[in-house]
């Protein structure tokens, strides 16, 4: 059996090494990875390749950025190319990203099977790129890998049939888990920042409601400040955002009251998020790594996706309007600790993913 993974984002990259390392191991089963070139910049791509032992892709599609039809557009010509080529059983794609969208877009027109993991979440906002993405990746996907029981009901409520639709937990659990000693045993980042333990916040930023409105960045980085006065702030900075503090003449105010450092590999940024305080993003995966190492988050949106997190109580919306609304929200939050619980399973998501496209594990 062949099984092509598209991936092409920072965060997918950390997803697929828990599957990829999986369906290395089985037999009579190959793995053709192709990265559409998404993510681009060494420590946004290069740095996960090496540091979570994934394969060299065997394309790399090279698209990088453009439009959201440019992109898009570029991707699918490029990958319906190496399916016709390569005639996999199955496509696996992750997450809700362009990259994801043409990959089950291309397959599904060629009648190839798609596998979804991280499916049926929804933030209900459609001026999201990644709901677009993920609604239509679900509605074109034959098995849909949920993370969380919220997600399947998601999924039912959409007319998704039940038999394509398996709960399996979400697989950045099961790669924090594998990692996670491996960060305390080779990172040097808090050294290096001159970091205590408990000492400072984690910030991270790049949605675009929050990068393209020069108002609302510039009330994040007025919030960060305003807390910066009395617990340092350590900010890996996005590309994009990083781009956008330019554009947007912001970038003073966080060079002046914030630690702006360029992003981080996997292991350092897991070391950063299970020593912070607290941690400040409008991140996906950042808000559930908070989670996982019992940080209390604090998600600079409207909504989110991990419902789960906020009923527990580790994590709370703010909808990032001005510089004090921010810095409250923060405030309130720093030593808050949520109930416990197991919303994203027990880190066997990729165990089982692996299972259900058929391969055995050996
Ligand atoms: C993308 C995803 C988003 C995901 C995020 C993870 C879409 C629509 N968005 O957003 O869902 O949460 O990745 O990080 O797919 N750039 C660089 N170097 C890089 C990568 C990007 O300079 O290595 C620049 C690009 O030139 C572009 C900007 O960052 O100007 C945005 O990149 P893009 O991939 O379009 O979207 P992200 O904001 O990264
Ligand atoms: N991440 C990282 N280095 C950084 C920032 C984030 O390794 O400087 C990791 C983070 O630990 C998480 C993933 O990237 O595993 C989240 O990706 P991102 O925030 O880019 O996208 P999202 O999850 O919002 O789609």
Redesign the pocket.
């Known amino acids: 059996m062949k099984i092509l993974t598209v991936v092409g984002?920072?965060?997918q990259f950390i997803k697929t090494a828990a599957v990829s390392r999986l369906l290395r191991g089985v037999e009579d089963v190959r793995e053709v990875l192709v990265h559409t070139g998404?993510?681009?910049?060494p420590n946004?791509?290069e740095v996960f390749f090496r540091e979570l032992d994934i394969p060299q892709p065997d394309y790399n599609l090279g698209i990088?950025?453009?439009t959201?039809g440019a992109?898009t557009g570029r991707m699918l010509e490029h990958i319906e190319r190496v399916l016709l080529k390569e005639k996999p059983d199955w496509v696996l794609v992750y997450?809700?990203?362009?990259?994801?969208l043409a990959g089950a877009l291309a397959a599904a027109k060629l009648h190839i099977p798609v596998a979804h993991v991280e499916a049926g979440l929804r933030s209900f906002n459609r001026r999201m790129?990644?709901e677009i993405?993920r609604t239509v990746t679900d509605h074109i996907s034959d098995l849909l890998f949920a993370p969380s029981e919220n997600a399947v009901v998601n999924l039912r409520k959409e007319g998704i049939p039940e038999t394509r639709i398996h709960l399996v937990g979400d697989v950045m659990y099961d790669v924090a888990l594998y990692y996670g000693d491996k960060a305390e045993r080779t990172s040097q980042i808090l050294t290096r920042l001159g970091l205590a333990s408990g000492s400072y916040i984690l910030a991270t930023i790049?949605?675009?409601e929050n990068?393209d409105d020069p108002w609302r960045l510039r009330a994040i980085m007025e919030g960060l400040a305003h807390v910066a006065a009395d617990i340092p702030v350590v900010f890996p900075v996005?590309?994009?955002t990083r781009?956008a503090l330019e554009s947007h003449g912001v970038i003073e105010v966080a060079r002046i009251h914030l630690c702006l450092i360029d992003p981080v590999g996997y292991l350092d940024m897991v070391m950063l998020e299970k020593h912070a305080c607290l941690i400040v993003t409008d991140?996906?995966g950042v808000q559930k790594e908070a989670f996982f190492y019992r940080v209390p988050c604090v998600t600079l949106r409207a909504e989110t996706e991990w419902v789960e997190l906020v009923k527990l109580g580790w994590n709370t919306l703010c909808c990032p309007e001005n510089g004090k609304v921010v810095a409250q929200a923060i405030r309130a939050m720093i030593g808050r600790k949520g109930a416990e619980g197991t919303p994203y399973g027990v880190g066997t998501a990729a165990r089982q993913i692996v299972a259900r496209l058929g391969g055995k594990i050996v």
Do not use: L, V
Request: net charge positive; hydrophobic share 10%; aromatic share 4%.
């Open positions: 984002a920072r965060p998404q993510h681009y910049d946004m791509s990088g950025a453009g959201h992109q997450g809700d990203t362009n990259s994801t790129p990644e993405n790049h949605r675009a990068t996005h590309p994009r781009k991140s996906g």
